[in-house]
Nanobody
Framework: QVQLVQSGGGLVQPGGSLRLSCAASGRIFSINTMGWYRQAPGKQRELVADITSGGITDISDSVKGRFTISRDNVKNTVYLQMNSLKPEDTAVYYC???????????????WGQGTQVTVSS
């Protein structure tokens, strides 16, 4: 009923930039927090950044000052601008959204399909 479709990502050299987008669609009443997670090979999935519907953000210390999260509540879309990328940022990035399907229902967590970000020279 709800789909999160990611775009962006790819291969970039150290110091470069990438922008990820994630659009939610379907029978959505409202979306609470939206966020980005990442999972590197052999490591657990970790929170990169998230943002509430009111625009309050939580940024991981590992990317603070380099990554910016934003969202468009009309388009139900969340963005992750990644600057000054480092090899250790290499991972599969997943978007997440806490979605209410009805006013008194949920919220339920939904995940995007994941997108590879590789930082390498």
């Amino acid at each position: 009923q709800v789909q999160l479709v990611q775009s962006g990502g790819g291969l970039v050299q150290p110091g470069g930039s990438l922008r990820l987008s994630c659009a939610a669609s379907g029978r959505i009443f409202s979306i609470n927090t939206m966020g980005w997670y990442r999972q590197a090979p052999g490591k657990q999935r970790e929170l990169v950044a998230d943002i509430t519907s009111g625009g309050i953000t939580d940024i991981s210390d590992s990317v603070k000052g380099r990554f910016t999260i934003s969202r468009d509540n009309v388009k139900n879309t969340v963005y992750l601008q990644m600057n000054s990328l480092k090899p250790e940022d290499t991972a599969v990035y997943y978007c997440n959204a806490a979605v209410r399907l009805r006013a008194k229902d949920g919220p339920y967590n939904y995940w995007g399909q994941g997108t590879q970000v590789t930082v390498s020279s």
